[in-house]
């Protein structure tokens, strides 16, 4: 069976793997540090899952996020009102980071991966798939969104006690969305990916040499 080999970004081993890949998660000998996640299917997965995480995004922002209601007088929260609250409050720099965090690097990694994958699915390579890869790779740290769940989560269990709390259709989309991300992220490994932009980049090279030869 041939091997090819792979290099660990922990200890720098070269790795001998199968050239058949089993799925699971494969590991370095040498200090245990995973290599990549074997997943048939992936790209298709993450196409179906970024959709639907898409859509649930979208209904995240759109809807109501919860409505609070004390003594007959209710007022609605949507997606983004710690946003408007801090800014109104002018602590600029954290409604920027709660912005950043929540909003702009979730959507822009979903919107990201899409854009990589979707051709992928048909067969083709997106022309700067290098650079959606990489950003990717950099941005998905500063995706907070698990974290602002919580911190909604504890919102509503101190605020329950001063009135009612209802939650609205964003709430149920808004936690839909962290569980579809949350497996998304588990199946998602970018060495296939890396495999798959390398070939189709040797294979356009080998066309422009045979053209060149003709």
């Known amino acids: 069976m041939s091997r ?30 995973t290599l990549f996640r074997h997943s048939p299917g992936m790209i298709e997965k993450l196409y179906a899952l ?22 007959g007088n209710s007022s609605e929260a949507n997606f983004t009102t710690a ?20 909003v702009v690097v979730p959507m822009s990694r979903i919107i990201l991966i899409l854009l990589l994958v979707a051709p992928l699915h048909y067969g083709k390579v997106p022309r700067f798939a290098p650079y959606y890869l990489k950003t990717i790779e950099e941005i998905t740290p500063w995706g907070m969104l698990d974290v602002f769940l919580v911190g909604v989560l504890v919102s509503i269990v101190k605020l329950v006690k001063m009135g009612s709390i209802i939650p ?4 149920w989309a808004f936690a839909a969305l962290i569980l579809v991300l949350a497996y998304g992220q588990t ?3 970018p060495h296939p990916l890396w495999e798959r932009i390398e070939k189709a980049q040797k294979e356009g090279q080998a066309e422009r040499f045979g053209e060149a030869g003709r």
């Not at 995480?53 to 209601?69: D, K, M, R, V």
């Not at 609205?168 to 709430?171: A, N, P, Q, R, V």
């Open 4 to 33: 090819h080999l792979i290099s660990c970004h922990e200890c720098d081993e070269l790795c001998a793997l199968p050239s058949v890949l089993r799925p699971g998660r494969y590991k370095c000998p040498n200090c245990g540090h």
């Open 50 to 71: 970024h959709i639907a995480a898409l859509i649930l995004f979208i209904l995240s922002n759109w809807f109501p996020f919860l409505t609070f209601e004390v003594f």
């Open 83 to 102: 946003v408007q609250y801090l800014y109104q409050e002018q602590d600029y720099l954290l409604a920027v980071a709660l912005l950043m965090t929540t």
């Open 168 to 171: 609205g259709t964003s709430l």
């Open 187 to 189: 199946i998602f490994d």
